[in-house]
């Protein structure tokens, strides 16, 4: 009994010494802008290991140098109340899960579905390995608020389980404790990804549209602002119909957005 005490103690200080790791480097971000991310870093070494070299394109500005219309495009896109929360936005959260679950179950129905119709054949040679059960992985998709986006782009990977995701409610809840919402908004938008190897807004608007950040009309922040949960995909579709559509949306609530 005593060696597993032992090692439940070992866990339980490991997760400790972790958390208060991340408290150190979140406290630093009041006044150090963070060097990279996580998520960055991984991308960096996926380009490098799929085509032998990378590319990074990112230049921090300070937050009065990001206009207004980006932050109030991205908190209208992505995250409507983000100056009310705490860093998690449970009612999002809910609706999230329940839209999983109900995609979950409509994913069953069809399966099942398509196994009835399947060739007495097909289910005779597909018996042996019918009755294995197959092992799932919780995921939760949608319901991030932009603290739970930084979270995971600074220090997490990009799987989704439960643990993960616990992880990253943790961290939101230190970043928005040890840090303002401007200064989260900040580092957001000084990160976050706009296509291959883009990162932040001075270089996505100069990617984009060869202008700084702090000249981008509504219509442009928009559009940025459209491309964030798909960025790669979006990049390769300047003359996309739904990007164009959904960003005349985003314009005509940037005015219902509120900054910090």
């Known amino acids: 009994m005593k060696p597993v005490l032992r090692w439940l103690g070992l866990v339980v200080a490991a997760l400790l010494a972790l958390q208060l790791y991340f408290v150190v480097r979140i406290a630093a971000m009041t006044l150090v802008d963070p060097q990279s991310t996580a998520f960055e870093r991984s991308q960096a070494w996926r380009q490098w290991h799929d085509k032998g070299s ?106 989704r389980t439960l643990l993960r995701k616990g992880q990253e409610f943790v961290l939101a809840l230190l970043l928005e404790a040890l840090l303002s919402k401007q200064r989260i908004l900040e580092i957001y938008l000084n990160n976050v990804e706009w296509g291959e190897g883009v990162f932040g807004a001075e270089a996505a608007a100069q990617h984009y549209f060869r202008k700084p950040a702090s000249k981008l009309s509504a219509y442009e922040a928009a559009r940025l602002a459209v491309m964030l949960p798909r960025p790669k995909y979006f990049e390769k579709l300047p003359n996309s119909s739904y990007i164009a559509g959904r960003a005349n949306v985003i314009v005509n609530r940037l005015n219902n957005a509120e900054l910090p």
Do not use: M
């Not at 590319?55 to 409507?80: C, F, G, H, M, T």
């Open 54 to 159: 990378w590319r990074w394109r990112q230049q921090w500005v300070a937050y009065p140098q990001i206009a207004d219309n980006l932050k109030r495009a991205v908190i209208a896109a992505e995250d409507d109340s983000f100056i009310y929360h705490d860093g998690v936005d449970w009612d999002a959260l809910e609706k999230a899960w329940q839209r999983n679950a109900k995609a979950e179950a409509l994913a069953a129905k069809q399966q099942a579905a398509q196994a009835a119709k399947a060739p007495a054949t097909q289910k005779r040679a597909a018996a042996p390995t019918t009755n294995k059960p197959r092992a799932r992985t919780v995921k939760v998709v949608g319901g991030s608020t932009i603290t739970q986006q930084l979270a995971k782009n600074l220090f997490l990977s990009g799987e």
